[in-house]
């Protein structure tokens, strides 16, 4: 088998790995190759429009567990292939240098043991950090079980380890991934947490859920990342669309991949991390699950409207990031604006706010922008289910999904 | 002598520029337009040049007048594509003497907000070249890239990868402007085309493999069952696809 040939099976056995941010460290190179950058790199865009920053593969797509979502277990009759270190060193230094790549991502399937199989990818990128002097970026995937030294040599050669949570409930891993067990992943995120400075993973931790392949509603899938976020600091948790790969009974039978469901759970995540929002106020056991119609910003906006409409010009700044439309950075822009000059819904235009879902729920200066008796809940989720199905429809140049907004 | 409704010529530099916005400042003079001296001024205009020497000390004086990140954002100004980019770097300057680094909040100014719009582009536009440049390797181990960017940020990328590619050759050509950017281990030079040109641009014997291999490995990452070409377009435009070797098969 040619190199050519392994890189082809095990890039197909990684793809579904949702991260790919190369951002959260700054390194500067004194002799070797390369440098990270603090906002992270995206050097292509794939057919379905993810970002391409790492060279995302597996050492190995062999494994020895059974996990009834993933190609690469044992019971699947594919092509199994393995990378030998020098293999890895060579694809990924050539790709780096003709800035293809931001730096490699090295996942692998189980060989033998978690220790023997963490023990090879160490070997490769201690060889790639050692031998050739790589100064770019490696996120790796720590395998769950693997010994403590393990994951501390590991740590110290890569900007980002992570360690895949999987499934959000410990009943949906018995059933679907019954070699894995959840305590062995936040073992090593405890780990990390821990011991985590600017020589032992600088870019933090991130994980990564299945959604849709176990029946766990939106409510229990926010409230495991609200405690992941909160007990190990975790940079990222992904959320990826159950993509049916394999047949089996207890797999639900899906012809599309979840993605809305995929959208509105990326957006929730925003909200806690960036909004000063807590999982109760968007979901609770009345409804647990996501209104696909509508963003969870606005739906929350729609469900509190005695709070609105907010004046833009004496908004706190807290007030400000729970309007719909609002982000951070607008948040920040009108603060720091308002104090030079009153701001009108044509400044907030040209300070580059999007008035879309905003202007429902703002003040400029005392005034609604249309006549302030359609403040009425009905006239508005109507209005922005309908701009979003035309923004769906047409085919805008400005689309910008709110999760690449970071 | 010198009027407001002239059209003030300058030889292309930003120093020289800057030196003759100096002059203007200096003189109370507000032009009706500042041009390179390649201008053809139509019938109903009128040009003018002064003599301006390339005095570099402009450079800190701005500094001290203002900040350095309002020189900066000069420099942007100056490398972007706008038809009027030198009247809007005056306009900026004198806002930016006004209020400093609060211009940065003044919006509300029309010059202003254009103004931090055209940089916004060009920074865009550079971040966006640190990822797409894409090196093949010569025989002479050199990396050669082509691209073809709206704005000229060849200066700014040169620098950026001045940083990453230390020990490596390169040399990136900017194919719309013909101009090159050269480094040689040590700092980058900036070139005419027509002055640098390269003899045997044979590509190193391992360099199709390589290329095979990421186009194999960017067909292969994409997940078929999530497609979405108009998500792909929007964050990397098809205006730039033909120096995108992995995007060829797709033109």
Do not use: H, Q
């Given at each position: 088998m040619d190199i050519k040939e392994k890189l082809i099976i095990l890039a197909d056995s990684a793809k579904y790995d949702a991260s790919c941010s190369s951002s959260g460290s700054n390194r500067k190179t004194k002799n070797g190759l390369g440098t990270t950058s603090i906002a992270g790199i995206c050097h292509s865009f794939a057919s379905d429009g993810r970002c391409i920053s790492l060279l995302k593969i597996?050492?190995?797509?062999?494994?020895c567990y059974d996990c009834?979502?993933?190609?690469?277990?044992?019971s699947n009759n594919i092509k199994r292939a393995i990378f030998t270190k020098e293999e890895i060193c060579e694809i990924t230094l050539n790709f780096y240098r003709r800035n293809y790549i931001e730096g490699l991502f090295l996942s692998s399937g189980i060989i033998k043991n978690p220790d023997y199989t963490m023990n090879l990818m160490i070997e490769a990128i201690s060889f790639l950090r050692k031998k050739y002097h790589f100064g770019g970026y490696i996120h790796a995937k720590a395998i769950p079980g693997a010994s403590e030294y393990l994951i501390k040599k590991l740590g110290q050669l890569v900007d980002r380890m992570s360690a895949n949570?999987?499934?959000?409930t410990e009943n949906g891993l018995k059933l679907l991934?019954?070699?894995?067990?959840s305590t062995k992943v936040t073992k090593i995120m405890k780990y990390v947490d821990n011991n985590r400075n600017a020589r032992f993973v600088p870019a933090g931790q991130s994980t990564q859920m299945i959604i849709g392949?176990?029946?766990?509603?939106d409510l229990e899938i926010m409230s495991k990342s609200a405690s992941l976020y909160n007990s190990y600091k975790l940079k990222r948790v992904f959320y990826s669309a159950y993509i049916p790969v394999n047949n089996d009974k207890l797999l639900p039978s899906l012809k599309l991949p979840p993605l809305k469901r995929e959208n509105r759970l990326y957006q929730a995540d925003f909200l806690l991390r960036f909004?000063?929002?807590?999982v109760p106020d968007i979901l609770d056991?009345?409804?647990?699950?996501?209104?696909?119609?509508?963003?969870p910003k606005a739906d929350w906006a729609l469900r509190h409207?005695?709070?609105?409409?907010?004046e833009i010009n004496s908004a706190s700044y807290d007030e400000l990031l729970k309007?719909?439309?609002?982000?951070v950075k607008s948040a920040k822009r009108i603060i720091s604006a308002r104090k030079y000059f009153k701001l009108t819904f044509n400044d907030l235009s040209k300070l580059?706010?999007?008035?879309?879902?905003a202007k429902y729920f703002i003040l400029c200066g005392g005034k609604?922008?249309?006549?302030?008796?359609?403040?009425?809940r009905n006239f508005i989720e109507k209005n922005l289910i309908l701009e979003d199905k035309i923004y769906e429809t047409t085919s805008n140049e400005q689309l910008k999904l709110s999760l690449f907004d970071e | 002598m010198s009027k407001s409704n002239y059209i003030y010529l300058y030889d292309g530099s930003f120093i020289n520029l800057l030196n003759l916005i100096k002059i203007l400042l200096k003189k109370k003079i507000i032009p009706q337009n500042i041009k390179d001296d390649t201008y053809l001024p139509n019938l109903l205009e009128q040009s003018f040049k002064f003599k301006i020497e390339d005095d570099e000390k402009v450079i800190q004086e701005i500094i001290n007048g203002t900040s350095k990140n309002i020189l900066t954002t000069i420099y942007y100004l100056f490398l972007s594509?706008?038809?009027n980019k030198e009247l809007l770097i005056y306009y900026f300057l004198v806002h930016s003497l006004k209020f400093k680094n609060k211009v940065y909040y003044m919006r509300n100014l029309k010059s202003v907000d254009k103004a931090l719009k055209v940089v916004m582009y060009v920074s865009h536009e550079n971040h966006k070249f640190k990822g797409f440049v894409r090196f093949k390797e010569l025989a002479n181990n050199i990396l050669y890239a082509e691209i073809s960017p709206v704005n000229n940020i060849l200066p700014i990328l040169s620098n950026y990868f001045k940083k990453r590619l230390k020990n490596e050759f390169f040399i990136i050509k900017d194919v719309k402007r013909n101009i090159v950017s050269v480094y040689d281990k040590k700092d980058f030079y900036i070139l005419d085309g027509e002055e640098f040109k390269l003899i045997g641009n044979k590509e190193s014997s391992s360099e199709k493999l390589i290329q095979d291999m990421w186009i194999a490995f960017y067909k292969t990452i994409g997940i078929k069952e999530r497609k979405n070409d108009r998500c792909r377009r929007n964050f990397?435009?098809?205006?730039?696809?033909?120096?995108?070797i992995e995007m060829r098969d797709e033109l």
């Open positions: 597996l050492m190995t797509n062999c494994c009834k979502y993933c190609l690469n277990r044992k949570i999987e499934l959000p991934a019954p070699n894995k067990e392949a176990t029946n766990e509603s909004y000063k929002f807590k056991e009345k409804n647990p699950n996501f209104n696909l119609l509508i963003d409207l005695e709070e609105f409409p907010k309007i719909p439309g609002v982000g580059g706010i999007v008035l879309k879902r609604y922008f249309i006549d302030g008796n359609n403040f009425k | 594509n706008e038809e990397m435009p098809k205006k730039y696809w033909k120096n995108i």
